[in-house]
């Protein structure tokens, strides 16, 4: 089967030069990377993920690996320190971050020091798929409502600004809820109903557009399972307003000590024909449809920019069996985005078009 990419006038933002310092197993590492699939390949513990690791802590200010990101400071140093030259349509911009071990962190664009994590994930937007992400399907409701909120900000770049407001007013609810406060308690409901419907028709709207693209990968990729489907869950009953949902909870929210539905309940259910598909499907369907997931994702995001996404591929061919690996690769490569893959088997990725990097045990 061939694949065709849609017509594009995105440029692509890529990485021409990384550079990392105390980073993990790397003293000191320079990867001079080529704007189309980028593979290390190495065996385990040889610093490939790592690799790809820097790219999204850079880029996101969080790592998929660790929730304590002073764990990647090389032992027996102080700090560690991501740097990354771009380019964007001919003109260069430098990206930099650095953490201590007091978790202080640094971050520069073009040489400058900036306050805002935003501004590079802005700058330099970054999908990451590691082995965690198959679990789409399994995992959380938190874990999906992440993910489509980190979507929601790339589509929309001051959605952050109302996530940030929502989530106050919701912790100052809960305490008046603990601490049984009612007089309080009508007018800072009002303001969270009037900001959480707004936040739920930002994430619905993205999710609409990710639900589109997934249907058509999905009919396009993987024929056979094309009855899958995404469903949105707001976190309350569709049946109710929110404001009706909090006045008929209100008994049990005082009891509970906090909002029992609300935004934070909101979900992305992955169904066929009525049920869940993570009670139905084998694993390896499972991994393909979270796979689609993601790549409908990494779509929505370049659709909504100027500019095309980096895509970082963590063992991308251990997590799917050969045939299914080289036919989504097949994909991967006629996208525009520039790509970085980790693999153990550097013979899968011989005779391609792609800049082979081959990281040695340290």
Not at 264 to 271: E, P, S
Not at 292 to 302: F, G, P, T
Not at 319 to 341: M, R, V
Request: with cysteine; glycine share 4%; hydrophobic share 35%.
């Amino acid at each position: 089967m061939s694949f065709g990419c849609d017509a594009s006038s995105n440029l692509v933002v890529s990485i021409t030069t990384l550079k990392l310092s105390a980073f993990r197993c790397f003293e000191q590492a320079d990867f001079q990377l080529s704007p189309g699939i980028n593979v290390l390949s190495g065996p385990n513990g040889s610093g490939k993920t790592s690799v790809l690791e820097a790219v999204n802590f850079l880029s996101t200010g969080k790592s998929f690996r660790t929730a304590k990101p002073k764990n990647m400071i090389k032992k027996g140093s102080d700090a560690f320190s991501v740097f990354a030259q771009l380019s964007d349509n001919g003109q260069q911009q430098t990206l930099g971050c650095q953490l201590d071990k007091s978790s202080k962190k640094t971050l520069k664009h073009n040489q400058h020091n900036i306050k805002k994590q935003t501004v590079l994930a802005a700058t330099l937007p970054t999908l990451s798929i590691d082995p965690h992400s198959y679990l789409f399907c399994d995992n959380t409701p938190q874990y999906r409502r992440s993910f489509l909120d980190w979507m929601v900000f790339h589509v929309k770049h001051d959605y952050i600004l109302l996530w940030r407001q929502v989530v106050k007013l919701q912790k100052h609810i809960n305490h008046l809820l603990k601490h049984k406060k009612l007089d309080e308690l009508k007018v800072w409901l009002a303001q969270y109903v009037k900001l959480a419907e707004q936040l739920n028709e930002e994430r619905y709207s993205v999710f609409s557009m990710l639900q589109k693209v997934f249907n058509q990968l999905m009919y396009q990729l993987m024929p056979n399972l094309s009855d899958t489907q995404l469903n949105y869950q707001p976190g309350w009953s569709s049946e109710l307003s929110l404001s009706d949902t909090l006045l008929k909870d209100m008994e049990g929210n005082l009891q509970y000590g906090q909002l029992r539905n609300g935004i934070h309940r909101m979900d992305i259910q992955v169904k066929s024909s009525g049920h869940f598909i993570k009670d139905i499907y084998s694993r390896g369907q499972k991994k393909m449809t979270a796979l689609i997931c993601y790549l409908s994702c990494l779509k929505v995001m370049d659709n909504s920019s100027d500019h095309h996404s980096l895509l970082c591929l963590d063992d991308f061919d251990a997590e799917l069996d050969g045939s299914n690996a080289h036919f989504f690769f097949d994909y991967i490569k006629t996208l525009p985005n520039q790509i970085l893959i980790s693999t153990v088997d550097n013979q899968r990725y011989e005779n391609k078009e792609v800049k082979m990097f081959h990281v040695k045990q340290l």
